[in-house]
């Protein structure tokens, strides 16, 4: 992070419990490729940053709150998507057809999504819009109503959602290996929650989670476009103004840490036998943790492996042999832990095939390392598809809460390139032998018996 300019009080003056505080507001960067990005807390703890991106004409607004589905436990399983879904019901404001209509009447869209580590609430409108977008979405997250009415109907809705998804091998099988890999631990748990944890989930429990939860020092907020910091700074501090959003001074709460580490199981075998015309399958290990400074080596080192059409795995799987349509690597990386994996779709009969093939190429890698052409190459493909990867509002916003919720600093643009640039050979093929080494964890779904795979190193 740069930081150049401190200064306290811009905006509208506190008002509410904290009315003594004063928030600090920071310019954290100037990016060339960019617009002037700038922090503010608020006395409350709640935090504002944003992108001002003149050229634009619409802005992304975003309210994250660092709170996910492993911050549940078991029986609360489901509560934060829950959650998520309810807050567009209704608040002491707005019905739950007030808060679509007025964005939409203006052509703004709003949605909403719910991970393992937090939950985002966004809306995209013009930039003449933004006062609107920031009022009906500040307004949802902070002072919804949960009535009984709408916690029965979302229920409902939840439960059709997660039969979807079990209709969903594809989407089944990442869900099969998380568990593989983090059992009981809540990593290990869909994010929707199961039938069994949905069905009795009370009002009071979620009401519970919600004001136990979602609380300022938790919450930051984002935007990127058309737009003026301290004007923002200034409407969102009228939209909390007497919700439970507006409270006593506080310091901002600080990122999820890194240890002490999750313990992941040792390696196994899940199988989930389901008639499908395709079978589906995941094999891969524990990795790194998102702070750990070998990720960029990580990126690389996936997109060599599977992270395109020209990766190794593309090439030798669908492209020379023709085996699978889909077949690609990924890494998943959180607080504490991580995984690294491969996807492969294919024909139930060519299961066996694809699997020898893929566990012989990671232990190639393991063994010999990968080339300075493919180093380059991954390279490549790392700073290409970041910098594309910036070229709307919403991808800008999301960088700028990830990058404060995640990780407590916003790594500039430049300093990210580099750090994938001094990425070395022997960074990416050390890293290679270490992880792909590891004995693999296998989930497959498809029309087998729990019976038909083993665990191979």
């Given amino acids: 992070m740069s930081s150049s300019v401190a200064s306290t009080g811009r905006g509208t003056a506190p008002t509410g419990p904290g009315a003594a505080a004063r928030a600090v507001t920071r310019t954290l960067s100037d990016d060339p490729l960019g617009g002037t990005v700038r922090r503010t807390?608020?006395?409350?703890?709640?935090?504002?940053?944003?992108?001002?991106?003149?050229?634009?004409?619409?802005?992304?607004?975003?309210?994250w709150v660092a709170v996910g589905s492993r911050?549940?436990?078991?029986?609360?399983?489901?509560?934060?998507?829950?959650?998520?879904?309810l807050l567009f019901k209704g608040t002491n404001k707005r019905s739950a057809l007030e808060i679509s209509s007025q964005i939409e009447a203006v052509g703004g869209e709003t949605n909403a999504f719910t991970t393992k580590e937090y939950t985002c609430y966004y809306?995209?409108?013009?930039?003449?819009?933004?006062?609107?977008?920031?009022?009906?979405m500040c307004d949802l997250v902070a002072d919804?109503?949960?009535?009984?009415?709408?916690?029965?109907?979302?229920?409902?809705?939840?439960?059709?959602?997660?039969?979807?998804?079990?209709?969903?091998?594809?989407?089944?099988v990442h869900d099969l290996f998380a568990r593989a890999v983090y059992g009981d631990h809540p990593l290990g748990r869909l994010i929707s929650g199961t039938e069994e944890t949905v069905t009795p989930m009370t009002r009071r429990?979620?009401?519970?989670?919600?004001?136990?939860?979602?609380?300022?020092?938790?919450?930051?907020?984002?935007?990127?476009?058309?737009?003026?910091?301290?004007?923002?700074?200034?409407?969102?501090?009228?939209?909390?103004?007497?919700?439970?959003?507006?409270?006593?001074?506080?310091?901002?709460?600080?990122?999820?840490?890194?240890?002490?580490?999750?313990?992941?199981?040792?390696?196994?075998?899940?199988?989930?036998?389901?008639?499908?015309?395709?079978?589906?399958?995941?094999?891969?290990?524990?990795?790194?943790?998102?702070?750990?400074?070998?990720?960029?080596?990580?990126?690389?080192l996936n997109n060599?492996?599977?992270?395109?059409?020209?990766?190794?795995?593309?090439?030798?799987?669908?492209?020379?042999?023709?085996?699978?349509?889909?077949v690609y690597s990924y890494a998943s990386q959180y607080a504490d832990s991580g995984v690294f994996a491969v996807y492969?779709?294919?024909?139930?009969?060519?299961?066996?095939?694809?699997?020898?093939?893929?566990?012989?190429?990671?232990?190639?890698?393991?063994?010999?390392?990968?080339?300075?052409?493919?180093?380059?190459?991954?390279?490549?493909?790392?700073?290409?598809?970041?910098?594309?990867?910036l070229e709307d509002t919403g991808s800008r916003m999301s960088r700028l809460a990830k990058g404060e919720l995640l990780y407590g600093n916003l790594m500039p643009v430049d300093d990210?390139?580099?750090r994938v640039d001094a990425v070395t050979l022997d960074d990416v093929n050390t890293l290679a032998a270490e992880l792909l080494g590891r004995p693999m964890s296998l989930a497959v779904v498809g029309p087998f018996d729990s019976g038909s795979f083993t665990v191979t190193g």
Avoid: W
């Fill in 41 to 63: 807390v608020l006395p409350s703890g709640l935090r504002v940053l944003t992108e001002a991106i003149p050229a634009m004409r619409s802005v992304s607004f975003g309210i």
């Fill in 71 to 85: 911050d549940e436990t078991g029986p609360q399983a489901g509560a934060a998507h829950f959650l998520e879904h």
């Fill in 123 to 136: 809306a995209r409108v013009l930039d003449e819009d933004l006062p609107l977008a920031i009022d009906v």
């Fill in 144 to 172: 919804s109503v949960l009535t009984p009415a709408d916690v029965e109907t979302e229920r409902g809705v939840i439960l059709e959602e997660i039969a979807m998804h079990d209709d969903e091998p594809g989407d089944e």
């Fill in 205 to 300: 429990q979620i009401q519970g989670f919600y004001r136990r939860r979602y609380t300022a020092p938790q919450i930051v907020i984002a935007a990127a476009g058309n737009l003026d910091h301290a004007t923002v700074v200034k409407l969102v501090r009228q939209a909390v103004r007497g919700t439970p959003l507006d409270t006593d001074p506080a310091g901002p709460a600080t990122h999820r840490p890194a240890t002490p580490a999750v313990r992941t199981k040792p390696a196994t075998t899940l199988v989930e036998p389901k008639e499908t015309e395709q079978a589906h399958v995941v094999l891969g290990c524990p990795a790194i943790d998102r702070t750990d400074e070998r990720r960029f080596a990580l990126g690389v």
């Fill in 304 to 326: 060599v492996l599977g992270g395109g059409m020209s990766s190794r795995l593309f090439q030798e799987i669908r492209e020379q042999r023709g085996l699978a349509y889909s």
């Fill in 344 to 389: 492969a779709g294919c024909a139930p009969g060519k299961v066996d095939e694809v699997l020898h093939l893929t566990r012989a190429e990671l232990a190639r890698v393991a063994a010999e390392g990968i080339t300075e052409a493919e180093l380059a190459r991954g390279k490549g493909m790392s700073k290409g598809s970041f910098v594309l990867g």
């Fill in 416 to 418: 990210l390139l580099a």
